[in-house]
């Protein structure tokens, strides 16, 4: 688990093939490695890894075909910057959310512009994970805790302080930018508990709809119920 506060920037220092995934070695001199150990967990861009290697201020982490293929990890290339957090422990002030560093799907920037001090970026989720994103609630992107300031369908945006921007790698983000989402934890189990015994059901992957919660008595979208 995870908070979402980015502890530092780190970059890749190579990214090895590996029999169809990848060793990745990454560099991170900001971060102190003193008491890391192997198989110890970090992640890196939201994505939970697992150090496989250490070297003075470097770690290594293989990459498997299914987080490169449901990720951005596959994007990047040598020297790009990466969001670092490692895992936290009881006495970890949590400061951003609860996070898990698995990632539910990936979005893209579709603009950014300047908002007094800070910068308005707005992006495109997955369709699949646009009931999961309310304004006001949590989001993880490329591994940083943010608050989502409004949502528009699938589209959301967020406000990026100077210190968050100077610190992770939002300031290389341009439009178009892949990036990994991770949506609030709550929100997904609140769903599930919602379900109730259909949960058990084959037919249940696609969680709520109108249909059910209709069903349920739930008012529709005019506020009045069916």
């Known amino acids: 688990m995870f908070t979402g506060i980015i502890e530092t920037l780190g970059t890749i220092a190579a990214m090895e093939p590996r029999g169809g995934d990848y060793r990745l070695k990454v ?15 970090i992640a890196v861009n939201g994505v939970c890894l697992t150090v496989t290697a250490l070297d003075g201020d470097q770690f290594a982490a293989d990459v498997s075909r299914e987080s490169l293929s449901v990720t951005t990890l596959g994007d990047l290339g040598i020297g790009d910057r990466l969001n670092l957090e490692r895992a936290l422990t009881l006495s970890t002030r949590l400061g951003g959310h609860l996070v898990s560093g698995h990632v539910d799907g990936v979005g893209e920037v579709l603009s950014m512009r300047p908002d007094a001090r800070s910068t308005r970026v707005h992006f495109r989720a997955p369709d699949a994970l646009a009931r999961y994103i309310a304004a006001k609630g949590s989001i993880t992107i490329d591994g940083a805790s943010l608050t989502v300031n409004g949502v528009d369908g699938a589209t959301f945006d967020v406000n990026i302080i100077p210190h968050t921007w100077d610190l992770t790698r939002f300031s290389v983000y341009k439009v178009g930018t892949r990036v990994n989402l991770e949506v609030d934890l709550v929100a997904r189990y609140l769903e599930r508990l919602m379900l109730g015994d259909r949960a058990a059901q084959s037919d249940a992957g696609g969680g709520l709809s109108e249909a059910w919660l209709a069903e349920q008595g739930f008012p529709n979208h005019s506020g009045t119920r069916d």
């Open 27 to 41: 560099r991170a001199p900001g971060m102190d490695l003193a008491d890391t150990q192997l198989g110890d967990s």
